[in-house]
């Protein structure tokens, strides 16, 4: 297990729950020496990828590159 919580391999939950699981460790950040912070940062930045990964396996929709509007207006 990691110190986000989330098993080495294991997809966490998607959504806002998810997204508040993996940004935890930035709240011990103050009693953490700055030497160590770089290895929360990159803990936060995988949990967030994976977090990103799932809800695009979910099938979750990917913004339009053209500001969300619809082509032909």
């Known amino acids: 297990m990691t110190d986000s919580g ?4 294991e997809h966490p939950a998607s959504g806002a729950g998810g997204v508040q699981t993996v940004l935890s460790p930035l ?3 103050a009693h953490t020496p ?3 912070h770089v290895d929360v940062f990159e803990q ?4 967030l ?3 990103l990964a799932s809800v695009e396996d979910a099938g979750g929709r990917q913004p339009e590159a ?6 032909g207006r």
Do not use: C, F, M, P
């Open 6 to 9: 989330i098993a080495a391999g």
């Open 27 to 29: 709240g011990r950040l």
């Open 34 to 36: 700055v030497s160590e």
């Open 44 to 47: 936060v930045l995988a949990g």
């Open 49 to 51: 990828e994976a977090v």
């Open 66 to 71: 053209h500001g969300g509007r619809e082509s």
